[in-house]
């Protein structure tokens, strides 16, 4: 009895020590997954074919043999969430490509002129707010105006709208119009106003800004500081919209240079870019301040919440979605990223960055930067 029992014991004992195995064996194996998993997932992404061939240029020299070439740039992946292609400074929004907003991180005109100390323009209604980036390089290129031509009667006559304004302002238009469709008011939902990164300019003496005399050096200037005319006359046939020079819209610096230098509409720019994917040729070029830009496009993963978006490491970088078919990298070459560890980076992050770097331009170094535009 007791020697059955202890049999049965021992062999209830081997057995769990066989099942204890075969779990162990189990976990194991599990684990080898997901550590082979997570490291495929680590691994960077293969570097783009444009970027081999550079290679291939710096292997030919023979200075570069021996020594890592400090040019070459290494990609690795982010994931992004595909939804943001809806976000950022580039954004397409036109009469075919709707804006999904909504949580806008805005900040009123009036009050931080206020906190500013700044008098030497205002908005039209206290109430009128415009995205938190867009403030100082907007200030920076009214100031630096103000400078030039002791001139303080601009005033922000539009700036962020939200749709409902917007839909007021259309329907009152289109009344107007003898109940035809506004073709100077775009439809609620598809304004550049709806984004906060657009805003109208009025003067105090006509009520009408033209962008002629003093004012024409904002227009010609503008992208000095990343905005853009958005709609001018000779692009009315892309755009949809008439000529409109007291409409700008932010874009950033490196683009707004190609587009001015370059003469592209922002839908002719968002094509071009489209056409310089992260497996081609990438868009490379520096500005008339001599700051070099690689930009590329990366399609967005609709069918997954997730989109793997190469990024360059250790170099500053800006991702924007283009609102239409996916992302938009903006390297600054030979900048250091503003937050080091740039793989655990968020899309969150890379637009804090961007707020975080405009607002320490655009207050803390005001002064340096202002002489620079000062001469042109
Ligand atoms: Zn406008």
Redesign the pocket.
């Known amino acids: 009895m007791s020697k059955k029992k202890i049999s049965k014991e021992k062999s209830i004992r081997r057995a769990k020590t066989t099942t204890e195995i075969a779990i162990s064996l189990v976990l194991l194996g599990t684990c080898a997954f997901f550590i082979r998993n997570s490291l495929n997932h680590a691994k960077t992404v293969e570097p783009s074919p444009y970027v081999e061939q550079n290679n291939n240029i710096d292997i030919e020299d023979p200075s570069a043999t021996t020594l890592p070439d400090p040019n070459q740039t290494i990609y690795e992946s982010l994931s992004v969430n595909t939804k943001d292609k809806f976000r950022g400074d580039l954004i397409l929004v036109n009469k075919e490509h709707q804006y999904f907003g909504g949580d806008e991180d805005l900040v009123s005109i009036t009050d931080m002129n206020y906190e500013n100390e700044i008098n030497f323009f205002s908005a039209v209604d206290s109430t009128y707010t415009i995205l938190k980036e867009v403030y100082s390089p907007m200030v920076k290129m009214i100031q630096d105006f103000y400078d030039k031509y002791q001139n303080d009667t601009l005033i922000i ?2 700036s962020y709208r939200t749709t409902d304004f917007q839909q007021e302002l259309y329907d009152n238009d289109v009344a107007n119009n003898g109940g035809e469709e506004s073709t100077r008011v775009a439809k609620p939902g598809f ?3 709806e984004t906060g990164l ?3 300019f009025s003067e105090t003496e006509n009520n009408d800004y033209q962008g002629t005399g003093d004012f024409e050096w904002i227009n010609a200037n503008c992208y000095k500081y990343g905005f853009i005319v ?2 001018t006359s000779s692009k009315e046939k892309i755009t949809g919209f008439q000529n ?1 020079p ?3 819209r932010y874009v950033g610096i490196p683009h707004a240079y190609y587009m001015d230098a370059n003469d592209l509409c922002l839908e002719e720019y968002i094509k071009l870019i489209g056409e310089h994917p992260y497996d081609k040729e990438h868009l490379e070029f520096s500005d008339d301040k001599g700051n070099e830009y690689e930009v590329y496009f990366v399609k967005s993963d609709d069918g997954n919440d997730k989109t793997t978006v190469p990024v360059p490491a250790g170099v500053r970088y800006e991702i924007s979605g283009n609102n239409v078919d996916g992302f938009i990298v903006t390297v600054y070459k030979g900048q250091k990223p503003i937050v080091e560890e740039a793989p655990t980076k968020t899309f969150e992050d890379a637009s804090e960055e961007n707020t975080e770097n405009s607002t320490d331009e655009g207050e803390d170094d005001n002064s340096e930067d202002t002489d620079d535009y000062s001469e042109y």
């Open positions: 006559y539009g304004s550049e106003h657009a805003f109208d958005r709609y409109e007291w409409h700008f």
